[in-house]
């Protein structure tokens, strides 16, 4: 088969790993982002997940949460301008590069990242009860065993 012909099957591609993995990604941070609004953070969209979810409790520069996100550095640098304006994050100069942005969150930023480790909690519990306890840590286990096997090959 050349590059550009069509494939002759989809090799059952909506159960293919990737189709499950974005799909199961995506019913999460929906699920975030709605508890989130429904304690009040109603401003916040599901954009914005790829800076929280990457950005450490005490702070990380704009160029590793951009890596850690999969995105550039001009494209996290939109959306921690759209946190900055929500007041969820706030951006300051490194003290050791001053060409390098830090971005830290602000005491509200705090608050609703308290909140999505509940929601967090809420849909690991779901999940754990859906499949059981031991297949829920078992998935976890496999997940983690994939994402390491992924990082020592792709060095």
Known sequence: MSQNSVPESSHNRVANL??????????????IVDGLHQRGFTKLSSTHTALLSNLDLEGSSLTIVAKRAGMSKQAMGRIADELISLKYVKSTRSEDDRRAIKLEFTQTGLKLMNHSFTIMEELENRCAHR????????????????????ENTSE
């Open 131 to 150: 499949l059981g306890d031991k297949h829920f840590k078992n998935l976890l286990s496999s997940l983690q065993d994939i994402v390491d096997d992924f």
């Open 18 to 31: 990737r189709q499950r993995l974005l799909r199961a990604s995506r019913f999460v941070n929906t699920a």
